[in-house]
């Protein structure tokens, strides 16, 4: 308990400290609390506790990522106080915050730095290696054989397909949402000024503008993919015709021969089946 107390003590000081100075002098104020006193004081805590090395180290790196949403609330707060007053230019820094951690949780998530939930850093369980196909006889290209075909993929394609994947989550939804709220609940404190509408409409134009590159960049592959996954299909399914691999490069009227051909071949067994005969089997196309 002596201990506890202690720490108690010795943190509360450094809140005091700052208070006490920043009375005295802005600047200096602002230089000791911008200090990670408090953060040393835990790694110290945790050494002295006798904490492993592996939790006094991922103290210090989550404390990072979690200080960097933090910094733009410095920067609102002197500018809303004047307009807003203390308590309001607080509630509105909160959220201001919120919004800035949602999104930047967004953007880290995918260089593999997970601050919403647990398992970043964590190892795979021993038994992962069970959940592997057996001996695989297939024979697959040597894109596909090193395990992972996006290790190998160009920095835009696995850009693409992380903004595709994350920007179609509900969290990217929350984040768009709160910086929809923090602009409106703004609108009072810039006097709904041709300014403050500018700022979410360019905001707006410029995600769009560049969204529309990645998600079209993510469709054409994913299209090349399923037309891969038939081809494959056709190729190993005895008596299918392989005249229909490349269908999709062929021009309009040739796609419009094999339709009626298609359609010839469904009139015929809709009569069939109208006249109690199978419709079941392999015609020929």
Not at 172 to 185: E, S
Not at 237 to 250: M, Q, R, S, V
Request: with cysteine; proline share 4%; aromatic share 10%.
């Amino acid at each position: 308990m002596a201990w506890i107390i202690t720490k108690y003590c010795l943190t509360a000081a450094v809140v005091v400290l700052v208070s006490e100075l920043a009375k005295r002098s802005d600047r200096l104020g602002g230089f000791v609390a911008a200090l990670p006193l408090v953060t040393v004081l835990a790694l110290i805590w945790l050494y002295v506790e006798k904490q492993s090395a592996q939790k006094i180290g991922d103290h210090a790196w989550y404390t990072f990522w979690y200080v960097v949403p933090t910094l733009p609330m410095f920067l609102a707060f002197p500018v809303l106080l004047p307009r807003l007053g203390f308590w309001a230019t607080l509630g509105a820094c909160v959220v201001i915050t919120v919004a800035c951690f949602g999104a930047f949780a967004a953007v880290v998530r995918r260089f593999g730095i997970e601050l919403l939930e647990r398992g970043i850093r964590g190892s795979l369980p021993d038994d992962f290696s069970a959940a592997k196909p057996a001996d695989c006889v297939c024979s697959v290209p040597d894109a596909l054989s090193s395990g992972d075909p996006m290790r190998n993929a160009s920095w835009y394609s696995r850009l693409a397909r992380q903004a595709a994947h994350y920007c179609g989550r509900p969290r990217a939804f929350t984040v768009a949402v709160l910086v929809i709220v923090v602009w409106i609940v703004t609108g009072p404190l810039f006097e709904f000024s041709d300014t403050w509408q500018l700022v979410i409409n360019t905001g707006t134009t410029i995600v769009t503008f560049l969204m529309v590159f990645l998600i079209q960049n993510t469709q054409n592959r994913d299209t090349e993919a399923i037309q891969v996954k038939l081809d494959e299909l056709i190729r190993a399914t005895k008596g299918a015709h392989n005249a229909l691999l490349d269908l999709e490069e062929l021009e309009e009227e040739n796609l419009d021969a094999f339709r009626v051909r298609y359609q010839a071949l469904a009139r015929a067994a809709r009569a069939n089946q109208g006249a109690g005969v199978d419709d079941t089997g392999t015609p020929e196309a």
